[in-house]
């Protein structure tokens, strides 16, 4: 009967025996490879050897790294989507990205109830200071170098300047010059200097920074008189120069660190000692500096006295009456341009009644923010040269975060008031969660172990010490380590193709190769058992492997087929990741099929001879007790009696499986158990798919990572106490200067927003309108300011360069620059360039180009990516800028989607919509994570056609078969979908996992649908011989997966433990057992017809005749060799 004719027949549609154009084929390559498996099998164990060694040589011998090291939004964005134009913009910038600062955050709850514990209390506050003040006395090595805090630490571009005194900056003053006519008298000179005045501060503890403040002003004549009657010449000079100070570095500005201690004194303790003898007058040099010595000190007061101190409205120009406490309260750094609000350091703030008190708080968050790369190695260039290595930097910036962790650790054991968490910065998480080469090597630990406990448990279930040639327990331990194998050789050829693995590939290509490869193992050894012995003594060894090929081949056939083709199609989802992950799930089921069909397969022949010579099963649990077995035989039978008592216990029983096909299988085509079977698939697949509408998106800390990871508690308290988190308002090939107003109108729209606040620190375009007045402030006599400031500031405008009528409030309050790009970009780099020595950084004589550098820096303008000037005549165009702001508000999943969605609609809005986008750690993960749905919903659109062509095409246009094996699939892959999101959010790994669940779906349906297929007799005994042949395989694959995977139960991260064994296996197990069967039960009930099982009779009654002649004509033989 044909193949396709035997699947249509379970619809009930007749047909004849003669096989299809794959059986056939797989019938002559099974009896071409088994007339020589000593060659053929050998040759192909010695390429996958030879793949395996090529593939993993560089990374174990030469430390080759194969972990990827892509960022996450690199890996999981939509190719083609704006969100890929704008990672791809952000990650090109590398000047970029070697400017930005990273922030180390610490976390503090109460140790008593954190859902009721409030932190802003002295006891709080001083275990919290103790721990804090150690932040800028950190050291790390690398090499030969040794870096502290103060080399690492964010503290702006003013460069500590060994010397300055060859570069003060004076101003000289030529008098008028004289002449006189005299006598002849003797000549003499005289020099007149006027002593300067100066004020000193002290140098406690004789320390060698021992700032003089002073304006001194000398007067210099000179007098020359001839010694004749001759001219006389005067020359008078006055030279003032201001602000000098002794010949020492310029001092060592504070470190940036976000927190409540910045409001009070003792942040002063962490300021470098040349800063702090400054401190004092520093108000006095820059009107824009805010002395901490004039700031109150925490201790000794009491916790309401802290909260009301915590409680300060912002000093300047920003400040808004209307904006949420939380926004508008809080502390300054040293500068009126840094203010750091409440909700950067607060976690659920509660405020008084009046609404600008706080009441409470019961997180805290300290953020210490690390420098960028070369903005460190640009500024300890000029001091410390030795030290100006920016890879070296940049390793020693991750060990001092490491050194702050393991610090944080050590304190939290020891703090009775406070618990303590810390996280590094977020580009180290992001490691952490995906492509961390630890968690990478645990994993592949504990999948090792699963393999191993799967050789040694597995096997057993094929053992059978009543029936020794029905035993088969060391091929199955074989066919495992085959397994192994497959997995090397794929990995490797995957290395080779020169990807590299995460950790997303490297939890789900394991699971498939075990899935695919198990199920073969089953499938083949449960067809060679179906043979029996009669037939395996009879015939030639390529006789016996051509018939299990063709037997079990189809399904086997199917199976894979369908699963490249559907890997296949998914790299046509337009995910980097994905495609990385369908090239490796495809080259595993590929090796697997070629590997199980041209080794595995030979290896039955080796079982075929045992079962031939009557051996032993050589499986240890066992052997002993068939060689017992088989010396009682001998001595009890001399004639070779197939309905002897002791012969069956070496016999194969073609009826093995007797309540699967007699009971089980009429119980299934009885009309009670169809419809209850149909009620629960359609019940299931109802509720499945309505529970998928109910999605989470994100993730949360236990499932990326263990509970005794470092790393856990401080993500875990970050996302549940915190919802600020720093983003990036980008700008891409914009005409900043001639579109200054949209580019201000964007910023606002976007910190105006009910989910986002403004940065720290003034955008860059204020920040520059400000340092350009206060140049001019800087440069004026106290007499002159009141007439600057008439009329709105209009004189001062216009002194400063600056463009009245495009004034606005808060942002640009005296105008803004000039238009024209030559211009504005003129000014801007002379404001920026940094001082010479720091004689110009502290002279208001020179403030274009001295401070004016330390405020563009903090404001992110050293950030900027250019483009170089194309002749002489032109500046340097500005490419890429950034203005920073926080996301705030997040409380839950859907707050991070809302925020996400109407930033994107205020970009969509603004003139500049296709230039300009937000990048943020934070917001990008989640813009990210939302476009994954819809592509998976596709890439199962996607699956269930590649299942309907494939089928289509292997059962030979049988349409209602192919509907049966398509509809199962696809009822499997959703259920999983919706009863998954019940425990797990969608993110990466859900949609790595569901790709695992589509390779997974297809393996049941394709083995009972090609059984029964390959099956003869009648429509009754057809249904029967799938569920006793192909059921088994089945069931047995899917323990034998649970069983290998089972150690990963104790996996401490919560997707590779539970969602392998909780979904995709239960929902296949269900179906293998009730639905996928019933309804094949149902449509053979419904089609099955009488004739057809006459004609299937007449056949397999003529199979039967001829096995028992042969069986008759053998007996004797038989019965030698087992003397023998």
């Known amino acids: 009967m044909r193949f396709a004719t035997a699947a249509v027949s379970l619809l009930g549609v007749s047909g004849n025996v003669e096989e299809t154009l794959l059986q056939r084929f797989l019938r002559a390559y099974g009896k071409l490879f088994g007339s020589r498996p000593e060659l053929f099998a050998p040759f192909f164990v010695l390429a996958c050897l030879g793949i395996s060694i090529g593939g993993w040589w560089k990374p174990l011998v030469e430390q ?545 001879w045992c079962i031939k010579t009557i051996k032993p099963d050589a499986h240890p649990l066992v052997c002993c007790c068939h060689r017992r077995a088989i010396r009682k035989a001998r001595a009890s039978f001399d004639a070779w009696d197939p309905d002897n008592d002791t012969m069956q216990k070496f016999k194969e029983d073609p009826q093995e499986g007797t309540w699967l096909r007699e009971k089980y299988a009429r119980f299934l085509r009885t009309r009670y158990a169809q419809f209850a079977a149909v009620v629960v698939a359609v019940a299931l697949f109802v509720v499945a798919d309505w529970n998928k509408g109910n999605r989470r998106i994100g993730f949360d800390p236990e499932e990326m990572l263990e509970s005794s990871h470092e790393a856990y508690r401080g993500i875990q308290l970050l996302f549940d106490y915190f919802s600020v988190f720093p983003s990036n308002l980008c700008f891409y090939q914009v005409d900043v200067p001639g579109r200054q107003r949209e580019v201000l109108d964007l910023y606002q729209a976007v910190t105006g927003s009910t989910y986002a606040v403004e940065g720290a620190f003034n955008n860059y375009l204020t920040t520059m309108y400000s340092v350009m007045t206060h140049s001019v402030l800087d440069l004026a006599n106290v007499s002159e300011v009141p007439a600057l400031m008439e009329n709105d500031g209009e004189l001062l405008a216009q002194q400063a360069g600056l463009n009245m009528s495009m004034a606005s409030s808060g942002i640009a309050p005296y105008g803004m620059a000039p238009l024209d790009k030559d211009n504005f970009t003129e000014i801007l780099l002379e404001l920026l360039a940094t001082p010479s020595d720091s004689a110009k950084a502290w002279s208001p004589a020179t403030a274009n180009g001295s401070r004016a550098s330390l405020y563009l820096d903090l404001a992110g303008v050293n950030e900027f990516a250019w483009d170089p000037a194309f002749n002489e005549s032109y500046q340097p165009r500005i490419r890429f800028t950034v203005m920073p702001f926080f996301t705030a508000n997040l409380e839950n999943d859907d707050h991070y989607h809302d925020a996400i969605d109407l930033a994107i609609a205020q970009l969509d809005a603004s003139p500049l919509k296709d230039d300009a986008f937000i990048y943020g750690s934070t917001f990008t993960h989640w813009e990210v994570l939302g476009q994954l749905e819809p592509q998976l919903l596709a890439a199962i659109f996607r699956y269930t056609m590649v299942v309907l062509v494939g089928a289509f095409v292997i059962f030979e246009m049988d349409v209602i078969a192919t509907l049966v094996v398509c509809l199962s699939c696809y009822m499997v892959v959703i259920e999983v979908y919706g009863f998954a999101v019940i425990w797990a959010k969608f993110n990466a790994y859900f949609f790595a996992l569901m790709f695992a669940s589509m390779g997974l779906a297809i393996e049941a349906s394709s083995h009972l649908v090609a059984s029964f297929a390959v099956a003869r007799g009648s429509v009754e005994t057809r249904f029967s011989s799938a569920l006793a042949n192909a059921l088994p395989a089945v069931l047995a694959s899917t323990c034998a997966v649970i069983g290998a995977i089972l150690p990963l139960a104790l996996f401490p991260v919560f997707y590779p433990a539970l969602f392998y064994i909780r979904y995709p296996l239960g929902m296949l197990a269900l179906h293998s057992v009730v639905v996928l069967m019933a309804v094949h039960s149902a449509c053979a009930s419904s089609h099955g017809g009488a004739a057809d099982r006459g004609v299937e009779e007449e056949a397999c009654e003529a199979v039967q005749n001829l096995q028992s002649v042969l069986q008759t004509a053998e007996g004797a033989a038989g019965c030698r060799g087992l003397e023998a």
């Open 64 to 608: 080759e790294k194969v972990i990827g090291g892509s960022k996450f939004a690199s890996q999981w964005y939509v190719t083609g989507s704006r969100t890929q134009k704008h990672v791809d913009t952000w990650e090109s910038e590398d000047g970029h990205h070697a400017w930005s600062p990273k922030a180390v955050t610490t976390i503090f709850t109460s140790r008593g109830d954190p859902e009721t514990g409030d932190i802003l209390t002295s006891a709080a506050f001083d275990e919290i200071f103790h721990l804090y003040r150690q932040w800028t006395s950190l050291s790390v090595s690398v090499g030969e170098k040794s870096y502290t805090t103060w080399d690492l630490c964010a503290r702006g571009n003013l460069v500590d300047v060994p010397s300055m005194c060859t570069g003060l900056e004076t101003t000289t003053t030529t008098l008028p010059t004289t002449t006189t006519t005299s006598v002849t008298r003797t000549t003499t000179s005289i020099t007149t200097t006027k002593p300067p005045t100066k004020t000193t501060t002290a140098a406690p503890d004789a320390n060698t920074y021992g700032w003089e403040y002073y304006t001194p002003t000398t007067t210099t004549r000179t007098t020359t008189e001839s010694d004749e009657n001759m001219t006389t010449t005067t020359a008078a000079s006055r030279t003032t120069s201001t602000a000098a100070r002794a010949c020492v570095p310029s001092p060592y500005m504070p470190c940036l660190m976000v927190s409540p201690f910045q409001c009070f004194s003792e942040q002063h303790e962490l300021n470098h000692i040349s800063y702090q003898h400054l401190d004092s007058v520093i108000s006095e040099l820059d009107p824009l500096m805010l002395p901490y010595t004039a700031r109150p000190s925490f201790r000794g007061t009491n916790d309401t006295w802290i909260k009301q101190h915590l409680s300060m409205p912002r000093n300047d120009a920003r400040y808004d009456e209307e904006a949420p406490p939380g926004r508008s309260r809080g502390c300054h750094w040293f500068t009126s341009q840094g203010f750091f609000p409440v909700d950067l350091w607060a976690g659920r703030a509660s405020w008084g009644e009046d609404g600008t008190s706080l009441a409470g708080a019961r997180g805290l968050r300290l953020l210490f923010y690390l420098d960028g790369s070369r903005r460190a190695m640009e500024r300890l260039g000029l001091t410390m040269p030795e030290l100006a290595d920016e890879d070296a930097i940049a390793v020693a910036m991750r060990e001092l975060s490491r050194k702050w962790q393991a610090l944080v650790a050590e304190h939290n054991s020891n703090f009775s008031h406070v618990e303590a968490a810390n996280v590094e910065p977020w580009e180290y998480v992001e490691e952490l969660v995906y492509s961390d080469p630890n968690a990478v090597t645990q994993y592949a630990l504990f999948v090792s172990c699963g393999a191993g406990a799967a050789v040694l448990i597995y096997p057993c279930l094929f053992l059978s010490c009543r029936h020794p040639q029905a035993s088969h327990g060391c091929l199955a331990a074989q066919g495992f380590l085959l397994i192994v194998l497959t997995l090397l050789t794929a990995s490797g050829l995957f290395l080779l193709c020169g990807y590299q693995l995460s950790l997303v590939t490297a939890m789900t290509l394991p699971f498939l190769g075990w899935v695919s490869g198990i199920d073969y193992i089953v499938v083949l050894i449960r067809y060679l058992s179906q043979l029996g012995i009669d037939f395996i003594r009879i015939e030639r060894r390529d006789e016996v492997l051509g018939e299990i090929l063709a037997t079990a081949g189809p399904g086997i056939t199917f199976s894979c087929f369908c699963s490249i083709l559907t890997f296949g199609f998914g790299m046509l989802t337009p995910i980097p990741a994905v495609r990385d992950l369908c090239v490796g799930a495809m080259l595993v089921t590929a090796v697997n099929y070629l590997v199980m069909m041209n080794v595995f397969a030979p290896l039955t022949l080796l079982e075929a």
